[in-house]
Nanobody, 124 residues
Framework: QVQLVESGGGLVQAGGSLRLSCAAS????????MGWFRQAPGKEREFVAG???????TYEDSVKGRFTISRDKSKNTLYLQMTSLKPEDTAVYYC??????????????????WGQGTQVTVSS
């Protein structure tokens, strides 16, 4: 079994920063791709960023240059550092894990495990 727990969300003014964390347990963390997704009210869940099992990152166009995905394999933890936040970044952010080992972490990857989400609200 895989368990994912997100933390770090909150309320921040436009232009501010937040760092989200996702603690993973249940399997060998280092062998699986991980990613961040978000869902705003009235919108579908969308891919934000992913990182492959060997550290290659992929980003959705709207967050390139502002968000950074990383992982600390010694702590089984995934991070999303968010800077220059905009009101349109407001959403529930979810951590996801690939179903199979050695994944690429791309938006088309086979993400099948999810955390409960953490709310990020950016005021104007």
């Amino acid at each position: 079994q895989v368990q994912l727990v997100e933390s770090g969300g909150g309320l921040v003014q436009a232009g501010g920063s937040l760092r989200l964390s996702c603690a993973a347990s249940g399997r060998t963390f280092s062998l699986y791709a991980m990613g961040w997704f978000r869902q705003a009210p009235g919108k579908e869940r969308e891919f934000v960023a992913g990182i492959s099992w060997n550290g290659i990152s992929t980003y959705e166009d709207s967050v390139k240059g502002r968000f950074t995905i990383s992982r600390d394999k010694s702590k089984n933890t995934l991070y999303l550092q968010m800077t220059s936040l905009k009101p349109e970044d407001t959403a529930v952010y979810y951590c996801g894990a690939d179903r199979a080992a050695y994944g690429t972490g791309s938006r088309g990857g086979g993400y099948g495990y999810w955390g409960q989400g953490t709310q990020v609200t950016v005021s104007s």
